[in-house]
């Protein structure tokens, strides 16, 4: 068994474990689909921000965002699936959850594969709207990116071990600060945890043809956050998911790999208490107090990092204030 990362022995992801329960939702009549969440916050907040983890990732890997946002009163749930194999089942599933826990529309924070279910749950409840807005973090609006596409339905037949060398290719070190090799380190424990099945139909989620029709999203406000240094998503994937919804707003880190939620995860929740303050004082707002008033220790100008930008695509770069 592999030693224990970095991260998962800070201070941080220890307080959140010990201060935040795991809870198993049973979200069907015989008991073979519990989502894993955890849920912080006040539970006032009836839209609050959902998270949704990428292919190797489980519901812990937002521990950053879910400790950093509630200082600022934003309910924030970490939700994992259990297997789902087909897009309409884990959308089925999800909107279950949703109901289970009494939350009638939610915002949705999704990276990679998490970001692309998000736009497709966002696609498949539009004519009953249960989302009021999307960040989308490091993903793609279209599968066919993926050189799995034709073996995804044989996923489900291989061995745990072979599912995750296909994920590791994507973990590499090289070039990277000491944020961002932690980060991968986390992240390869956490990809140790999963069973084959939820590997496998993950995979298949990820690789099976579909794609996202974001004409059909043009009234849901839109973040799309990513990072200008290598990861996992070639230029040309962010080129398109860009051209897929041209009034969204641009988030750019200057760096973060592939898990910028965890390697730069103070400028990843600016962005976020950017993308939610536009629903402050109304009933979709996710946090109890206002988020038009920055902190202090928030400000862009302190971090170690170069000026974050943030814009939107019809307007020039603007800088943070």
């Not at 206002?290 to 202090?296: D, E, F, R, W």
């Given at each position: ?38 849920d ?19 519901a ?10 509630a ?10 699936a ?81 599912l995750k ?8 070190t ?45 009234d ?24 897929s ?14 898990f910028?939620?965890?390697?730069r ?11 939610l303050?536009?629903?402050d ?22 971090s ?18």
């Amino acid at each position: 068994m592999s030693c224990a990362s970095e991260l998962s022995q800070s201070h941080e992801y220890l307080s959140f474990r010990s201060s935040i329960p795991l809870r198993k939702i049973v979200v069907d009549s015989d008991n073979s689909k519990a989502w894993k969440i955890f849920d912080s916050g006040p539970r006032s907040v009836a839209c609050p921000l959902i998270c949704l983890p990428p292919v190797s990732g489980t519901a812990d890997i937002y521990y950053k965002q879910v400790m950093g946002l509630a200082s600022r009163g934003v309910r924030v749930i970490s939700a994992e699936a259990p297997p789902y194999w087909n897009l309409k089942e884990w959308c089925d599933g999800f909107k279950r959850l949703i109901d289970i826990l009494e939350l009638g529309k939610v915002h949705i924070f999704g990276a990679s594969l998490g970001g692309f279910i998000a736009q497709k749950f966002a696609e498949l409840t539009r004519n009953f709207p249960r989302v009021v807005s999307l960040v989308l973090c490091n993903t793609f609006a279209d599968t066919s990116v993926f050189e799995y596409n034709d073996s995804a339905a044989l996923f489900w037949l291989l061995p745990s071990l072979v599912l995750k060398r296909m994920l590791m290719g994507n973990f590499t070190t090289d070039k990277v600060d000491t944020r961002m090799a932690e980060s991968i380190d986390f992240m390869v424990e956490k990809l140790e945890t999963l069973t084959q099945s939820e590997l496998a139909s993950r995979l298949t989620l990820n690789c099976t043809p579909n794609y996202v029709q974001p004409h059909l999203l043009s009234d849901i406000p839109v973040t799309i956050m990513d990072v200008w240094d290598e990861s996992a998503l070639s230029s040309h994937v962010r080129e398109d998911l860009y051209k897929s919804y041209p009034h969204a707003k641009l988030a750019h880190l200057k760096s973060g790999g592939n898990f910028p939620y965890l390697s730069r995860s103070d400028e990843v929740n600016l962005h976020l208490l950017i993308h939610l303050r536009q629903f402050d004082g109304t009933e979709l707002s996710s946090s109890y107090l206002s988020l038009h008033k920055m902190p202090p220790s928030q400000s862009p100008t302190d971090s170690e990092e170069s000026p974050i930008n943030y814009f939107n695509q019809s307007e020039k770069y603007v800088q943070i204030s």
